[in-house]
């Protein structure tokens, strides 16, 4: 889910300017600068980690803080938990409809070459609602409890083919395979196609000359072979008597999926495939790491397995692995103090409210058996709570358990390389060794 599925069309310097080449300067430290000047859009802050001290003083001195960009008009970003809360469970004053990341101003026209993408995270009541309860089954307890043992069966065998002695790339070897042989399980996708969910996961986020993809053209056509891949899956399913509960075949035969437009069905498919992709991947890399740099809570999980499923909600909490989503505002409305007017544009940091010492106890500690882990924002809150939560912490508790079966010791050996993104905070490359029991 990055900025360019969550408005349907690219990430670019049209939008945010921090993306050009002609950006200026990134901002080290917040407290050199007025305030005005903080605009934590810009993706270099995630890059280089330094967006904690932006987030700090944003809570202390203007928690409801004003930005402004040509394109976008006037926004506002939400810093304290419970302001974020409030937006997120308003969902009548709170528009999703607009997008979930940054986008132009509403009215604006878009750029033609964008695919027009349709899907129930950037929608309102009552359409949302019918669409989500169509799939929202497929991970629900009872289907999560048939996965688990695949998918613990699955972890294994990652790990046991991990090579001992040398220095590999965790996110390629692990985060990246397990999160896509997952999602390969929830679609029933053809297994040994499975790297091509991976790759549609990469295009749909990804900015013309990222690396990833030369263009604009190339990113759509890539999506739209991605429509016919599906749209093959879906017709032969369309036609079974007797459904599976893969996604496909939900959609496929749900009242209120069964119509859905091609682009509709190409959007919520990039949902499901981004939405489980890139958010587990990432804490999957991120608790490594947050537990190479805290020794001493390395030192209680080896002690104490039973531990890992609160430690997997404090490294959902630690990572934060979407800093924050949008919602346009229906109406004029006062917030902190600021007056928002209709159509201005609010992001909800969850990562800045997941800092926020007035709701939770010793913030900057990454804490493994940290009383009440699951009180946190990652997820989100009211009618978009994340719909794979569950899943997620599922997929991260069985992975810790077949580490600690295994290794005493996932070493992390050199610097992580982070994203440039405010949507995703994300890591590319982690070197690592693992040590045998
Ligand atoms: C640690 C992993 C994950 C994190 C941190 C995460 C985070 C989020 C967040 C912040 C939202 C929006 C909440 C809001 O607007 O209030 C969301 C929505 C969503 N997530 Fe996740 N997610 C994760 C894993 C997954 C997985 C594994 C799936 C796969 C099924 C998934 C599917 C979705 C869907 C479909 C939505 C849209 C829900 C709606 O609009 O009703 N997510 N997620």
Same mark, same amino acid.
């Given at each position: ?68 960009? #040509? +394109? @976008? &008009?006037?926004?506002? /970003?939400?810093?304290?938990? $419970?302001?974020? *809360? ?6 009548? =004053? ?9 986008? #132009? +101003? @509403? &009215?604006?026209?878009? /750029?033609?070459?964008?695919? $027009?993408?349709? *899907?129930f ?5 009552? =359409?949302?609602?019918?669409q989500r309860a169509t799939v929202s089954g497929v991970v629900a307890p009872p289907n999560l409890a048939k996965m688990e043992?695949t998918i ?30 997952m999602l390969a399980t929830l679609f029933d996708f ?40 599906f749209?093959?899956l879906w017709?032969?399913r ?5 459904p599976g509960s893969d996604l496909i075949s939900m959609l496929a035969h749900g009242?209120n999926t ?10 919520n498919l990039?949902l499901l495939i981004?939405g489980g ?109 994340c719909m794979g939560n569950r899943l997620a912490?599922m997929q ?42």
């Amino acid at each position: 889910m990055a900025e360019s599925i969550s408005a349907g069309r690219k990430p670019d310097s049209y939008l945010n300017p921090f993306l050009s080449d002609h950006a200026p300067p990134v901002i080290e430290d917040p407290y050199s600068v007025p305030i005005e000047q903080i605009n934590m859009i810009d993706g270099r802050l995630f890059q280089q980690d330094l967006h904690w001290q932006h987030f700090k003083r944003l809570r202390e001195e203007d928690p409801v803080h004003e930005n402004y960009l #040509p +394109r @976008v &008009g006037r926004y506002w /970003s939400i810093t304290k938990f $419970d302001d974020i *809360m409030f937006v997120d469970k308003n969902h009548d =004053k709170f528009s999703s409809a607009h997008g979930i990341g940054i986008g #132009p +101003r @509403v &009215g604006d026209v878009t /750029s033609s070459e964008d695919l $027009d993408l349709s *899907m129930f995270i950037a929608m309102d009541q009552p =359409k949302h609602d019918l669409q989500r309860a169509t799939v929202s089954g497929v991970v629900a307890p009872p289907n999560l409890a048939k996965m688990e043992a695949t998918i613990r069966q699955r972890a294994g065998k990652i790990l046991d083919d991990l090579p001992l002695g040398e220095t590999f790339n965790w996110v390629d070897r692990v985060s990246i395979e397990l999160t896509t042989q997952m999602l390969a399980t929830l679609f029933d996708f053809p297994f040994e196609d499975r790297s091509m969910l991976t790759r549609w996961s990469d295009v749909a986020t990804a900015a013309p000359r990222s690396g990833v993809v030369e263009s604009e053209a190339q990113r759509r056509d890539e999506l739209l072979e991605c429509l016919a891949y599906f749209t093959r899956l879906w017709n032969e399913r369309a036609l079974m008597e007797h459904p599976g509960s893969d996604l496909i075949s939900m959609l496929a035969h749900g009242e209120n999926t069964k119509d859905m437009q091609p682009m509709e069905f190409l959007g919520n498919l990039i949902l499901l495939i981004v939405g489980g992709n890139d958010t587990t991947r990432n804490s999957m890399s991120g608790g490594v790491l947050a537990l190479n740099e805290n020794p001493g809570e390395y030192n209680k999980l080896r002690r104490d397995h039973l531990l890992i499923p609160n430690m997997v909600s404090e490294i959902i909490r630690w990572q934060t692995p979407l800093p924050y989503m949008r919602r346009t505002a229906n109406e004029d409305i006062e917030l902190g103090g600021k007056k928002i007017k209709a159509g201005e544009q609010l992001l909800m940091w969850y990562i800045s409210g997941n800092r926020d010492g007035d709701v939770i106890d010793r913030p900057d500690e990454f804490l493994i058996d940290r009383k009440s882990a699951r009180h946190h924002m990652s997820f989100g809150f009211g009618i978009h709570r994340c719909m794979g939560n569950r899943l997620a912490e599922m997929q991260l508790r069985i992975i810790w358990e077949e580490i600690m079966k295994r290794f005493s010791y996932v070493e992390v050996v050199g610097e992580p390389v982070r994203l440039r993104s405010s949507f995703v905070r994300g890591i590319s490359d982690l070197p690592v060794r693992v040590h045998k029991l």
